[in-house]
């Protein structure tokens, strides 16, 4: 199994930057893609961003695009994200995912229930 550690979420006020950190606990594990979704207070699970692992290919939800960046780290089955001009509608808890390499062609944008996820990370701007 899978173990995913989120850091370096936090309070912040609008227009501040913060970087969210998610590691693998396994060094070795096959990945495919990661990526970040977020959940705020009366809605559902929101894609943010992902980063294809071989290739490096990236997607964006249109809300974020331009302000956030995810990057990786593939020696250290890491994933970055970079979120600048953070304003108060940013408030949620992020997640982290991360999705093995199928048999089929998966996007971007598509992880399950059945991938790994973090326990998620608390990020609350304030205007």
């Known amino acids: 199994q899978v173990q995913l550690v989120e850091s370096g979420g936090g309070l912040v006020q609008a227009g501040d930057s913060l970087r969210l950190s998610c590691t693998a606990s396994r060094r070795t594990v096959s990945i495919d893609r990661m990526g970040w979704f977020r959940q705020a207070p009366g809605n559902g699970r929101e894609f943010v961003a992902a980063?294809?692992?071989?290739?490096?290919?990236?997607a964006y939800a249109d809300s974020v695009k331009g302000r956030f960046t995810i990057s990786r780290d593939i020696a250290k089955n890491t994933v970055y994200l970079q979120m600048n001009s953070l304003k108060p509608e940013d408030t949620a808890v992020y997640y982290c995912a991360t999705a093995s390499p199928s048999y089929g062609y998966k996007a971007l944008t598509s992880f399950s229930a059945s991938d790994y996820w973090g326990q998620g990370t608390q990020v609350t701007v304030s205007s």
């Open positions: 980063i294809r692992w071989s290739v490096g290919t990236t």
